[in-house]
């Protein structure tokens, strides 16, 4: 399959467009809200489309479409459609090509908004200076849906009417179609895409490289809490088809904790999960780089055997995980296998993955706290020390 093809040379219609709405925005809305003023139900309505438009590009457009982490409905498919349509990034057939090659040719030149050609490119640059040519072999999987393709079709008429006559006939319903003009579709609009570019922009170039320290993704809380969850860039470029993007029970994440919902109530299903082992590899195997090459900067004679004895423990870290992983599965498959003809046995496969689950853990105290207690390592290179608690449903650390 053949990538997008960019070429420089100026794109008048997204630069009149982007033009348009964003003047709007930042004069036309001061100027209706001191004059006029703006009433609650504009603002509903205004926060309303941001939640519908900007999770239809978390939910839909990016983890259904692009990354197919998990299978919905086809209501869910529909709405993810009609509002994304709204939020004038597209159509998901051009979204989500655009974006398998940003994965695919990440910081090269075929990615189409690489970081590496600056961050105004990364961030909207690519619009309005570069033309591309997308080439949709890569989506030959979303194409074969009639509702994907036409939305892609007649993106326009979809665009529009979801986009600026829907809230235009809801504020005129309200006896405001001014101030649904300038809120709910310049304002909303210009919040949604700069947020959403965001990603593109500040989380290749800011914030923290837990699972993977040479990519230019990192992980960006700020951005998390703008773009509904979806500024853990780093964990999204290591694991791209898993449905989450902040995997901690803290990381603000609404996407997936709707998909969870729906799921729950029967409109998403097949939500695929990388498994708890394999992200604490890459955690822990990012933690281990990072303490190798700050070592490699210093020139104390004990260096070569601290650095021995880090290689060791983290050899029998990685061991311990990989017989908790291989236990926890088999143990899965076993209990399954022998729970309706005995409680006892299916419990005694249970305990020995929890046995093994508690070696590793064991494992990695013994990893952190030579890494963490030594005072050849700087703190900004200390490795996680968060006990390891797997805490049932939406809570659980690792879900
Ligand atoms: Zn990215
Ligand atoms: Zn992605």
Not at 78 to 95: D, K, T
Not at 122 to 142: C, I
Not at 296 to 308: H, K, P, S, V, Y
Request: net charge positive; aromatic share 14%.
């Amino acid at each position: 399959m053949s990538p997008c093809r960019s070429f420089r040379t100026p794109n008048p219609v997204n630069l009149a467009f982007f033009s348009v709405i964003t003047l709007l925005a930042v004069i036309g809305l001061p100027w209706y809200w001191m004059t006029v003023g703006v009433s609650s139900a504009e603002w509903a309505l205004f926060w309303w489309f941001v939640i519908a438009t900007g999770m239809s590009i978390t939910i839909g457009y990016h983890r259904l479409f692009a990354h197919r982490a998990f299978k919905a409905s086809r209501i869910i498919t529909f709405l993810s459609l009609f509002f994304g349509a709204a939020a004038f990034e597209q159509s998901a057939l051009m979204w989500a090509s655009q974006h398998r090659d940003h994965h695919r040719f990440v910081d090269t030149p075929l990615d189409p908004y690489s970081i590496k050609q600056g961050f105004w490119h990364a961030h909207m640059g690519w619009m309005l200076f570069w033309r591309q040519e997308t080439d949709y072999s890569n989506v030959r999987d979303l194409a074969a849906d009639p509702l994907v393709a036409h939305q892609h079709r007649y993106y326009l008429p979809w665009a529009i009417t979801a986009g600026v006559l829907l809230p235009l006939a809801l504020g005129a319903l309200a006896g405001h179609w001014l101030g649904a003009l300038i809120l709910v579709v310049a304002a909303r609009l210009t919040f949604v895409h700069h947020s959403t570019f965001c990603i593109n922009s500040v989380c290749h170039t800011f914030g923290r490289a837990t699972y993977d320290i040479d990519a230019t993704a990192r992980d960006h809380w700020l951005v998390a809490l703008l773009t509904f969850g979806e500024g853990y860039h780093n964990f999204h470029h290591r694991f791209a088809s898993d449905y989450r993007n902040g995997v901690r029970w803290y990381q603000w994440d609404p996407s997936k904790w709707l998909i969870m919902l729906l799921s729950w109530v029967g409109l998403a299903k097949q939500l695929y999960r990388v498994s708890p082992q394999a992200i604490l590899a890459a955690r822990m195997a990012a933690e281990q780089l990072r303490v190798e090459r700050a070592l490699a900067q210093r020139t104390d004679t004990e260096i070569g055997e601290f650095l021995q004895a880090v290689r060791e423990r983290y050899a029998k870290v990685k061991s311990a995980l990989n017989d908790w992983e291989r236990w926890e599965k088999e143990s899965r498959k076993l209990r399954a296998a022998v729970r309706e003809r005995s409680q006892d046995a299916a419990e005694t496969f249970r305990l020995a993955a929890r046995e093994r689950r508690l070696a590793f853990e064991r494992a990695r105290r013994q990893w952190t706290n030579l890494i963490n207690r030594s005072p050849l390592i700087p703190r900004t290179v200390h490795v996680s020390a968060a006990a390891l608690i797997v805490l049932p449903g939406v809570c659980g650390i690792l879900r």
